[in-house]
């Protein structure tokens, strides 16, 4: 099936093969139907997913497939990247790489360059059964837009790079979740695709990859190696970008 959605102002188009649909994505939308149905309460699911592995894409495609299927539920689709620190917040505040100190703005996209405590607030919130705003982040300003949407729903479906890190802070996170999900690919397959992503901005193949060498990269790693194993499902991007069941992460 090709969808096609706007995510964050920007057009998006990707593939997803029939037999994900029917032996992965459907029965776990069916799952967090009848796990809903069972608490009887909004549950909150969070998946955790490093740059480039198409987590945003996944989560909106969940949320039309649960529109357009007879006997689930709909889901509300949330992202973290509306929790980014200001673009003047990152000019004017440092954080620490390799024993040097940099501008934020250098590593935007690091954990230090998110607003964890708000994040957790609203995290909080939401599992709390609240209506509560929760902002987006819109790519073609590169800032964040306060209270964008508001939160409602039963299934809460949160996506973000972070959201399930086994560092201090971070890690309180998975404990608001009902329901956990980690995507994982090889480093050299996000590579790849994140050059390419950055070369739709304009820029050059070598730019391109000075960049996501300097950057991305480090992030791509933080996700790999410090996201908790422990998840109710682990997916697997493989090299043709379709997604399968994984064991064990790897």
């Given at each position: 099936?090709?969808?096609?959605?706007?995510?964050?102002?920007?057009?998006?188009?990707?593939?997803?093969?029939e037999?994900?649909?029917?032996?992965?994505?459907l029965?776990?939308l069916r799952?967090?139907?009848?796990?809903?149905?069972?608490?009887?309460?909004?549950?909150?699911?969070?998946?955790?997913?490093?740059?480039?592995?198409g987590?945003?894409?996944?989560?909106?495609?969940?949320?039309?497939?649960?529109?357009?299927?007879?006997?689930?539920?709909?889901?509300?689709?949330?992202?973290?990247?509306?929790?980014?620190?200001?673009?003047?917040?990152?000019?004017?505040?440092?954080?620490?790489?390799?024993?040097?100190?940099?501008?934020?703005?250098?590593?935007?996209?690091?954990?230090?360059?998110?607003?964890?405590?708000?994040?957790?607030?609203?995290?909080?919130?939401?599992?709390?059964?609240?209506?509560?705003?929760?902002?987006?982040?819109?790519?073609?300003?590169?800032?964040?837009?306060?209270?964008?949407?508001?939160?409602?729903?039963?299934?809460?479906?949160?996506?973000?790079?972070?959201?399930?890190?086994?560092?201090?802070?971070?890690?309180?996170l998975?404990?608001?979740a009902?329901?956990?999900?980690?995507?994982?690919?090889?480093?050299?397959?996000?590579?790849?695709?994140?050059?390419?992503?950055?070369?739709?901005?304009?820029?050059?193949?070598?730019?391109?990859?000075?960049?996501?060498?300097?950057?991305?990269?480090?992030?791509?790693?933080?996700c790999?190696?410090?996201?908790?194993?422990?998840?109710?499902?682990?997916?697997?991007?493989?090299?043709?970008?379709?997604?399968?069941?994984?064991?064990?992460?790897r």
């Amino acid at each position: 099936m090709i969808y096609q959605e706007e995510i964050n102002g920007i057009p998006v188009k990707a593939y997803f093969s029939e037999e994900s649909i029917e032996d992965i994505f459907l029965p776990l939308l069916r799952h967090l139907t009848e796990l809903q149905r069972q608490k009887g309460r909004r549950i909150i699911v969070l998946l955790a997913a490093p740059p480039g592995a198409g987590k945003s894409t996944l989560v909106h495609f969940l949320k039309y497939l649960a529109e357009n299927t007879e006997g689930i539920q709909s889901i509300t689709s949330l992202g973290m990247d509306g929790f980014h620190h200001y673009q003047s917040y990152l000019d004017t505040h440092t954080m620490e790489r390799s024993g040097k100190v940099y501008l934020m703005k250098e590593f935007k996209g690091a954990p230090e360059t998110f607003d964890l405590p708000l994040l957790k607030e609203r995290i909080r919130m939401v599992a709390d059964g609240q209506d509560c705003g929760w902002p987006e982040y819109y790519r073609i300003a590169h800032d964040p837009i306060d209270d964008a949407i508001t939160v409602t729903g039963d299934i809460v479906l949160i996506e973000g790079n972070y959201l399930l890190l086994d560092w201090a802070g971070w890690s309180d996170l998975a404990g608001y979740a009902d329901y956990t999900i980690r995507l994982v690919a090889d480093e050299s397959i996000l590579k790849d695709r994140l050059i390419e992503r950055k070369m739709n901005s304009g820029i050059t193949f070598e730019e391109a990859k000075t960049f996501v060498e300097r950057s991305d990269l480090y992030n791509v790693q933080t996700c790999l190696n410090h996201t908790i194993d422990n998840t109710d499902l682990t997916l697997k991007l493989m090299e043709d970008d379709s997604l399968v069941v994984s064991d064990n992460g790897r």
